[in-house]
């Protein structure tokens, strides 16, 4: 199985991705996240919320609705994008969303495909070899081969534009001018709040503001797990700056987001960036960082100097005057905006991809064993401490629970008793787990626990009074923050 696949399976039996409404056969490319997931994705948020927002004096934070004035969509010349590609049948006089033709196309050949395999299923019995018969069957090829066809076209289609390709007209699938659209990324809602920021903040140029939040787009291609989400979430900061300085700052946070990236010990071989030669017409540099994803090197984070297109605009939309007063050069002028644009679900694969470990270990008895590992960054990890009490006897288990019940205030702590030892440091090597203490016969006689770090295997004895600060110390993100 290619590590893709391995990554989505072990996703969704260790608790942290399960496809939407699984229990009614899913929802094509949305999400939920699980118990570790919730906790690894908050974890991130909070990486790239106090490196953006909390220790840098000039950026501030805000939360904005999700709905907003449709008016805004207007203006941020995402109307044109929102227009879904439609096909006109010219006898019946009936509209269709291209995409929706498309996908249900693409499905009915799934389900001939399908069928093949059910009826090679009963003809050969056991013999039935499944990947060769995708292999030779020249039926299943055939099919196949449309499919790939299709989706190369389509993708082409999009990427340059040309829906002529489809014969497809854009037109908004509502006409109606109230109508409330999803948001497809945060940004408005931060450009809409620049005069309240600035004003009540008292903000002065240059200054930031940041945000984490639900984006949502009907994207064609949704078959890549998390990577392209129709429901996401996006970390986003956005850098007003006076005019002419756009590029100094567009150079600076350039190198500022990557050393976020690169200060999580991924490996630096593993991100490059990517500049974009065609901008889009508001821009005047833009780039990507990307990522060597188990599937190739594609955008994380998109680095955009975005000019005054988005203030101007919404000043022109709304009639309110959108300004800065320069009190160095007695003026008045509307500010240039360098972006920062991250997509949360984006991060947390790009963590799990980094971190999913294969290893082969010897045990105890000499036979070799496998272990998968999520060799995390420690301070992202879901839970931080697992407590086990050696055997369920002899005072242990309340040793145990004492030890939980100090710790959970400061550290996210799973108290585990079921299975071997063995097993249970396979669990949380799994999930990721840095520090597993064991009580034992020992602890009752000494105040002493056994820690097993994660990545060594390696055990040592420590006092428990000491755990506290053993713990706070490597879980810490301050000396990694002061390296920013
Ligand atoms: N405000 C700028 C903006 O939205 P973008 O390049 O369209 O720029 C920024 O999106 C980031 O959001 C991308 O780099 C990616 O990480 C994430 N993103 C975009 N579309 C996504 C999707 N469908 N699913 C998951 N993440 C997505």
Redesign the pocket.
Known sequence: MDKFKKIISHSKEYGFIFPSSEIYDGLS?VYDYGQNGVELKNNIKYYWWKAMTQINENIVGIDSAIFMHPTIWKASGHVGAFNDPLIDNKDSKKRYRADVLIEEYLEKIGKKIDKEINKAKKRYGDNFDKAEFLKTNKRILGHQRKIDELNERFVKAFEIGDLKEFETKLGSVSEDANKIYLR????QGIFVNYLNVQKTGRMKLPFGISQIGK?F?N?IV?RQF?????E???M?MQFFVKPGTEIEWFKKWKEKRMKWHKILSFGEEKYRFHDHEKLAHYANAAT?IEFEFPFGFR????I?SRTDFDLSSHQKFSGKKISYFDNELQKSYIPYVV?T???????FLLVLSAAYTEEEIKKENGKLDKRVVLKIPFFLSPIKLAIFPLIKKDGMPEKAKKIFNDLKFDFNCQYDEKDSIGKRYRRQDAIGTPFCITIDHETLKSETVTIRYRDSMKQERIEIKNLFDILYKKLSINSLLKNL
């Open positions: 490319a497809p990324e945060t940004a984006a787009r994207e949704a998390i990577f392209r989400m129709r996401f979430e996006q986003e990507d955008e994380v984070e998109g955009h972006e644009s991250i997509g949360l679900d984006r991060m």
